[in-house]
């Protein structure tokens, strides 16, 4: 399996490039963003549970997200390799995801992140809010709150992958087209690497 985690801030741009990505490289998608988010519409008990985290700008706890995503895998094992989007986040569900990979024979080819401006960003989900019906997004300080988290929590990961040897990063500002060929390149490297 190519297994790629797809790395930036929120509004970098993971959810559009996926979409791309999925249907040149064969990969599944799974944004646990748009996994939460089906369970809120429909006020599963694990939406219940997430509500007042996402509402906030907070990240979920690593327990309820870590089961979800498994599960999510599980549904999948047959793949050619899956692409990972808004997991992990913490430096614990990156261990979680490695462990639970191993399990199953299986690894994290690559960390692919997406870079841009703090400030950028902000503008874009502002944007992105009068029009997406999320709450976390139409509210500065909500915005504020998830890039407050992003910083304290997720971005120890890049140094995680990095003394994996996994780390790869591209610039996350021009057309979509040119980060998908962008993007393409790495991903491209990596199908060589692994299948040799
Ligand atoms: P964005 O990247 O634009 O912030 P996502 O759709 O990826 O949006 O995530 C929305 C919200 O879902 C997050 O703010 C958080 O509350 C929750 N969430 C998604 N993935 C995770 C995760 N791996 N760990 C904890 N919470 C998560």
Do not use: C, W
């Amino acid at each position: 399996m190519i297994n790629i985690v797809l790395f930036g801030k929120p509004g970098a741009g993971k959810g559009t490039q996926a979409e791309f990505l999925k249907e040149k490289y064969k990969l599944i998608h799974i944004s646990t963003g748009d996994v939460f988010r089906f369970n809120l519409k429909n006020n599963t008990e694990l939406g219940k549970q997430v509500r007042v985290y996402m509402d906030a700008g907070d990240l979920v706890p690593d327990e309820l997200t870590t089961k979800m995503l498994i599960d999510e895998v599980n549904k999948n094992l047959d793949s050619n390799g899956i692409l990972f989007d808004g997991y992990p986040r913490t430096i614990s569900q990156a261990q979680a995801l490695d462990e639970y990979l191993e399990t199953i024979n299986s690894a994290v080819t690559a960390t692919v992140a997406l870079e841009a401006d703090d400030e950028i960003l902000i503008q874009r989900l502002l944007e992105r809010g009068k029009t997406s019906g999320r709450p976390d997004d139409q509210d500065e300080d909500k915005i504020r709150n998830r890039y407050q988290e992003y910083n304290e929590k997720t971005a120890p990961l890049m140094d995680f992958y990095k003394s994996q040897g996994k780390f790869y990063a591209v610039n996350g500002i021009g057309t979509i087209e040119e980060i998908t060929e962008r993007l393409s390149l790495v991903i491209d490297e990596l199908e060589v690497k692994v299948k040799g």
